[in-house]
């Protein structure tokens, strides 16, 4: 499976921007790069995905490198309830029932938002 | 509504007692997924059932045996339970097996084995 490396721990104010870095420096062409979150005592909650182009949905932004071998997942203005656990995770084609059909989690980023 | 549910939240047993947790989905979705979190806070799949039909089967033990009735559930019984089994049980959903999808998250069941 392909890595992802990211930050163990980030900090930030509220309502000002977060911007999370994930390094894949090993994603293959066909990788999707997707972005999952965990907020406390609940489960992962799907936050964005892209593959070549920048993307934005009502949560997030997600910016990909040129040579996609880095993201930057962009919230942009955090809160509270921003304040969680993010996880960068590449997926891409593979035989049925292979390992890229499963979601892959590291230990991700656990990000604090200060009041 | 609950997209995806999961019951018992807490399950609290004694070692080698069977215990089941049970899950469904109301998103019309055709595959389901079982996954473990430890005491570590590591997320890792279990099982992934599409169209009730076993599609990824991790190194899990025998103890543990998913059971899909339709599409909309998936059940997980575990026999004999062990200490190493306490964690934390989330069990997902997605519309297709694409590595492109999104995939939704119950809230957990905690398991507790003393």
């Known amino acids: 499976d392909a890595k992802t490396t990211q930050p163990n721990s980030m900090e930030s104010n509220e309502e000002e921007p977060v911007h999370l870095p994930c390094n894949h420096s090993t994603i293959s062409g066909t990788d999707y790069i997707h972005w999952y979150r965990q907020l406390p005592s609940q489960g992962p909650e799907y936050v964005i995905h892209?593959?070549?182009s920048n993307v934005n949905n009502r949560m997030a932004s997600l910016a990909i490198a040129e040579d996609r071998k880095s993201s930057t997942l962009i919230l942009h203005r955090a809160t509270l309830r921003d304040a969680a656990v993010y996880y960068c995770?590449?997926?891409?084609?593979?035989?049925?029932?292979?390992?890229?059909?499963?979601?892959?989690f590291g230990k991700g980023t656990l990000l604090t938002v200060n009041p | 509504d609950t997209a995806v549910s999961q019951t018992p939240k807490y399950l609290v047993t004694q070692m080698g007692n069977d215990k089941s947790i049970k899950c469904e989905q109301n998103?019309?979705?055709?595959?389901m997924y079982w996954y473990k979190q430890d005491s570590k806070k590591f997320l890792k799949i279990m099982f992934s059932?599409?169209?009730?039909?076993?599609?990824i089967n991790e190194t899990v033990p025998n103890r543990f045996s998913p059971k899909s009735p339709d599409k909309a559930h998936l059940n997980l019984h575990i026999n004999s339970l062990e200490l190493g089994d306490s964690a934390v049980y989330f069990c997902?959903?997605?519309?297709?097996?694409?590595?492109?999808?999104?995939?939704?998250f119950g809230p957990g069941t905690r398991l507790t084995v003393l």
């Open positions: 997902a959903s997605s519309q297709g097996q694409g590595y492109y999808n999104e995939q939704f």
């Open positions: 059932y599409n169209n009730k039909e076993l599609i």
């Open positions: 998103l019309g979705h055709d595959t």
């Open positions: 995770i590449l997926r891409g084609p593979g035989i049925r029932g292979g390992s890229n059909y499963k979601l892959t």
């Open positions: 892209g593959l070549t």
